[in-house]
């Protein structure tokens, strides 16, 4: 009797322990996965600003060189996403002979 008492004692303090062990776990995946998103919000909020920025160039450049019909491809720049294509049709906008020449680098 006494050892059947000792024995469900020692089962409830395993249990006990077993539980605080998956509280514990679950409380760590949870920061983990909130960290992450934070980090994921801030990389996802740094490549869109950069994306913006270099959008606004591309604007101004537009504006600058070719005037209102270089403003007239904006909302075709506006869909572009890619970093690297922004980045190419920006620096195009000084070495292009013409804006056909230009709107050939946005179609591709």
Do not use: C, W
Request: proline fraction near 1%; aromatic fraction near 4%.
């Amino acid at each position: 009797m006494v050892e059947e008492s000792l024995s469900q004692e020692k089962g409830g303090l395993v249990m006990t322990i077993a539980e605080m062990m998956r509280k514990e776990g679950f409380e760590q995946g949870v920061q983990q996965g909130i960290q992450q998103g934070i980090q994921q919000g801030i990389q996802q909020g740094i490549q869109q600003g950069i994306q913006q920025s270099i959008r606004e160039t591309i604007e101004f450049g537009l504006s600058f060189r070719f005037g209102d019909e270089g403003l007239a491809i904006m909302p075709l720049i506006r869909h572009i996403q890619d970093y690297e294509r922004l980045r190419v049709i920006r620096d195009a906008i000084k070495t292009v002979k013409d804006l056909s020449d230009l709107k050939d680098i946005i179609g591709n």
